[in-house]
T-cell receptor, first 114, second 112 residues
């Protein structure tokens, strides 16, 4: 069966420091991968998605970037964190080439920028 | 632009009582609709989905949802709520290829 792993679970970082969040998927090949951010009272916002290695689509301009160095690995990064980057970050995957495939989420990373 | 509205930020229901969470969507074509549940500090779990066919969809944990095109709604229901149902519930629509747009969520509180 497919599983998705996301780490770390919690992270406290000072303003201006770099960020690297990692997500890996097991049990499936060439999944579509997503990074969402959840801010209090604002639902989930799609940040990035990827349909293949090295292919990244950004949904909103921001201080973050994403990379997909391997088929089942998705990394969210920042060179210098801002206070506004605080939030709950969720990685998700879906079956490729299927219009109505639901998303399967990891357990999230709670990021607090101080 | 496609959007999802969940008008209730919080709902409190007594254990054993029935539940209905509201969801309205804005989308020009036939939507693909989903309900997810999120326990505190956790990721989201898919409860059910609607693509086509029968407008009453059954999901996990005793939940169901009814698609009403005339009202642009996809409300989530459960006949008898359990304390373990306390969580945040998200409605979502898939307006584009493999991308979901989520509502802002409804937090369900269950009173004894």
């Amino acid at each position: 069966s497919q599983t998705i792993h996301q780490w770390p679970a919690t992270l406290v970082q000072p303003v201006g420091s770099p960020l690297s969040l990692e997500c890996t998927v097991e049990g499936t090949s060439n999944p579509n991968l997503y990074w969402y951010r959840q801010a209090a009272g604002r639902g989930l916002q799609l940040l990035f998605y990827s349909v293949g290695i090295g292919q990244i689509s950004s949904e909103v301009p921001q201080n973050l970037s994403a990379s997909r160095p391997q088929d089942r690995q998705f990394i969210l990064s920042s060179k210098k964190l801002l206070l506004s980057d605080s939030g709950f970050y969720l990685c998700a995957w879906s079956v490729p080439d299927t219009y109505n495939s639901p998303l399967h989420f990891g357990n999230g990373t709670r990021l607090t920028v101080t | 632009a496609q959007s999802v509205t969940q008008p209730d930020i919080h709902i409190t229901v007594s254990e054993g009582a029935s539940l209905e969470l509201r969801c309205n969507y804005s989308y020009g074509a036939t939507p693909y609709l989903f309900w997810y549940v999120q326990s505190p500090g956790q990721g989201l779990q898919l409860l059910l989905k609607y693509f086509s066919g029968d407008t009453l969809v059954q999901g996990i944990k005793g939940f169901e949802a009814e698609f009403k095109r005339s009202q642009s709604s996809f409300n989530l229901r459960k006949p008898s709520v359990h304390w373990s149902d306390a969580a945040e519930y998200f409605c979502a629509v898939a307006p584009g290829f493999q991308k979901l747009v989520f509502g802002t969520g409804t937090r369900l509180l269950v009173s004894p």
